[in-house]
């Protein structure tokens, strides 16, 4: 259907707000934070809550466009610290974790159409985060944080010290404890809170959104 340019204007200044909200939530230190039981470099952050929402209410094109504005706000800060790499696998995971959802809702904009959609999206954040992170991002981390690694061994060896320090049985980040140890438990909680809070917002929204 195409839109009016009354709603065009109204789609584009709703997305920038959950935008920016996004941007907050995600580039801002002082918004994110470790838990005890995973290495630091693992960060809760809650920017998928308002994309969430703005796929919930807009469709499935914003939800992207977000996640790239989000990306390049920063990697401006990433580049330095792990060469866009982390930047890019927050894409990945984010997509991963909103589309699925988002996709189910358009279908049958009803809360028990919200409920099936979140639990997809938890699950396909939990596969994506622990295959592709551990078997792709992992090694190119470990070969920007030790540029003599030759092999994908080496590299997996660099990561996996990080996670030595915690349990001193992972010797490489290849270890399959490293995705039940540490990836699934630090994702699911995250993911929880995220999917918990999307729902809060959701329910009083819920007229507004079945209006659109």
């Given amino acids: 259907m195409k839109l009016t340019k009354k709603e065009s204007i109204k789609l584009i200044v709703s997305s920038a707000i959950f935008g920016a909200l996004a941007i907050i939530l995600y580039c801002f230190p002082a918004l994110q934070f470790s838990l005890p039981f995973t290495p630091t470099f693992l960060k809760m952050h809650f920017d998928e809550i308002p994309i969430f929402v703005a796929g919930f209410c807009y469709g499935p094109i914003p939800v992207i466009i977000i996640t790239i504005v989000k990306f390049l706000f920063k990697l401006i800060q990433d580049i330095g610290e792990t060469g866009g790499i982390g930047a890019t696998a927050d894409v990945i995971y984010t997509l991963a974790f909103v589309l699925?959802?988002?996709?189910?809702?358009?279908?049958?904009?009803?809360?028990?159409?919200?409920?099936?959609?979140?639990?997809?999206?938890?699950?396909?954040?939990?596969?994506?985060?622990?295959?592709?992170?551990?078997?792709?991002i992992y090694p190119l981390f470990g070969f920007y944080y030790n540029p003599q690694a030759s092999s994908y061994n080496e590299a997996m060896l660099t990561i996996g010290a990080l996670f030595k320090v915690l349990d001193p049985s992972i010797n490489s980040a290849g270890d399959p404890k490293v995705i039940y140890e540490f990836l699934i438990p630090f994702n699911l909680i995250k993911d929880v809170i995220v999917l918990a809070f999307t729902l809060i917002i959701y329910k009083p929204l819920k007229v507004y959104i079945e209006r659109k």
């Fill in 100 to 136: 699925p959802a988002v996709l189910i809702y358009r279908k049958q904009r009803n809360f028990k159409s919200a409920i099936i959609g979140l639990s997809i999206s938890l699950i396909s954040q939990l596969l994506f985060s622990s295959v592709i992170g551990l078997y792709t």
